[in-house]
């Protein structure tokens, strides 16, 4: 059967784009008060859309007159339409009414063809128009989808180390936390880094009296500031600082330096504690001591080798604040450490 052919509108005058344009406008575009405007002829805006309407009804004009006719290339309109954001659930009706029904009837006032044929060829591009609607509207709904997928999955990873930080950090010093020290303690005994593993005990002397007189908001200053000193000495030494309750504090070598080097970071934190302390309340003065142990890798276990640094802890205390001492070495001098 042969195609009844179609002449389209003169090249000089771009009135159907124009005014097709408009229709589509003015029907995608809704009142203050949902309803259609119910205007065929808007005025031209600078906000961009106007002139992208505009230039999809230029093309979709120039489809339906094109010889030969290639309806399927209207396609490309419908994906322009959702990447220009006219992605509503009812656009592409709008868009497909104004197409079906007034697009006929705009162009007879520009040319003289079949009426039956036109319609054809209406219904056709429409038709491909909404194909290309849907398919990059389902494309875009799966990136979309694939996008919140993986910002649900960034937002549970966030959570999940959040937990797991707070499960393994002391809330108030940001330390790592009894668990997280006995754990780093066990691991590196059961072959860590080293043929060894040092612990240092610290306990603070003074910090009841700070704590009683001046209540708990400069118990908790003290503690944060006494934190910060511990673990940058202990850091200084390669070791691991901890807190593992109240005013005691675990370090840990997990690759330990020997005996001399042990007793030197222990030293230098209790330099360090003994420093005067700036609080909201004023300067607080205090001590600490310390206990050493080092054990062979594999020999012991953590509550093993935290037990033999408790005992050192224990014996220096009882020779008064700021001294340390060596746990199997019960003739350790531990002299104090001047404040």
Same mark, same amino acid.
């Not at 909404?130 to 875009?140: E, I």
């Given at each position: 059967?042969?195609?009844?052919?179609?002449?389209?509108?003169?090249?000089?005058?771009?009135?159907?784009?124009?005014? %097709?344009? $408009?229709?589509? =406008?003015?029907?995608?575009?809704?009142?203050?008060?949902?309803?259609?405007?119910?205007?065929?002829?808007?005025?031209?805006?600078?906000?961009? $859309?106007?002139?992208?309407?505009?230039?999809?009804?230029?093309?979709?004009?120039?489809?339906?007159?094109?010889?030969?006719?290639?309806?399927?290339?209207?396609?490309?309109?419908?994906?322009?339409?959702?990447?220009?954001?006219?992605?509503?659930?009812?656009?592409?009706?709008?868009?497909?009414?104004?197409?079906?029904? !007034?697009?006929?009837?705009? %162009?007879?006032?520009?040319?003289?063809?079949?009426?039956?044929?036109?319609?054809?060829?209406?219904?056709?591009?429409?038709?491909?128009?909404?194909?290309?609607?849907?398919?990059?509207? !389902?494309?875009?709904?799966?990136?979309?989808?694939?996008?919140?997928?993986?910002?649900?999955?960034?937002?549970?990873?966030?959570?999940?180390?959040?937990?797991?930080?707070?499960?393994?950090?002391?809330?108030?010093?940001?330390?790592?936390?009894?668990?997280?020290?006995?754990?780093?303690?066990?691991?590196?005994?059961?072959?860590?880094?080293?043929? &060894?593993?040092?612990?240092?005990?610290?306990? =603070?002397?003074?910090?009841?009296?700070?704590?009683?007189?001046?209540?708990?908001?400069?118990?908790?200053?003290?503690?944060?500031?006494?934190?910060?000193?511990?673990?940058?000495?202990?850091?200084?030494?390669?070791?691991?600082?901890?807190?593992?309750?109240?005013?005691?504090?675990?370090?840990?070598?997990?690759? &330990?330096?020997?005996?001399?080097?042990?007793?030197?970071?222990? !030293?230098?934190?209790?330099?360090?504690?003994? !420093?005067?302390?700036?609080?909201?309340?004023?300067?607080?003065?205090?001590?600490?001591?310390?206990?050493?142990?080092?054990?062979?890798?594999?020999?012991?276990?953590?509550?093993?080798?935290?037990?033999?640094?408790?005992?050192?802890?224990?014996?220096?205390?009882?020779?008064?604040?700021?001294?340390?001492?060596?746990?199997?070495?019960?003739?350790?001098?531990?002299?104090?450490?001047?404040?």
């Amino acid at each position: 059967m042969a195609e009844t052919a179609v002449t389209a509108p003169s090249a000089a005058s771009a009135a159907p784009a124009v005014r %097709l344009a $408009s229709v589509w =406008l003015t029907t995608l575009a809704l009142g203050e008060d949902g309803e259609q405007s119910g205007q065929d002829v808007v005025p031209a805006d600078p906000s961009g $859309s106007w002139a992208f309407l505009t230039a999809q009804s230029a093309m979709l004009l120039a489809i339906l007159f094109g010889e030969p006719f290639r309806p399927a290339q209207a396609s490309a309109i419908g994906q322009a339409l959702v990447r220009a954001n006219f992605v509503a659930a009812d656009v592409l009706g709008r868009s497909l009414r104004v197409l079906m029904l !007034r697009l006929p009837e705009m %162009l007879t006032d520009y040319l003289a063809c079949p009426a039956r044929e036109l319609e054809r060829r209406v219904a056709e591009v429409s038709g491909a128009l909404a194909n290309g609607y849907v398919h990059a509207l !389902r494309d875009r709904t799966l990136a979309e989808q694939e996008s919140l997928m993986r910002t649900e999955l960034d937002a549970q990873r966030s959570i999940s180390q959040r937990l797991m930080h707070e499960a393994t950090h002391d809330p108030l010093t940001g330390l790592p936390n009894r668990a997280a020290i006995f754990a780093g303690l066990s691991a590196a005994l059961d072959g860590g880094h080293g043929d &060894s593993v040092g612990v240092c005990y610290v306990d =603070l002397d003074g910090f009841k009296a700070v704590n009683d007189r001046y209540g708990h908001q400069a118990g908790d200053e003290l503690l944060i500031t006494v934190s910060r000193r511990i673990c940058e000495t202990a850091i200084a030494f390669g070791a691991l600082p901890g807190r593992i309750g109240g005013d005691e504090f675990i370090v840990v070598a997990d690759a &330990s330096p020997g005996a001399s080097r042990m007793i030197m970071m222990a !030293r230098a934190i209790l330099a360090e504690l003994s !420093r005067p302390v700036a609080l909201r309340i004023g300067r607080v003065c205090i001590s600490a001591c310390a206990g050493i142990a080092e054990r062979a890798t594999g020999s012991a276990t953590s509550a093993e080798m935290v037990a033999d640094a408790d005992a050192a802890l224990y014996r220096a205390k009882s020779r008064g604040p700021g001294r340390w001492a060596i746990a199997g070495v019960p003739g350790d001098s531990g002299r104090p450490i001047a404040g």
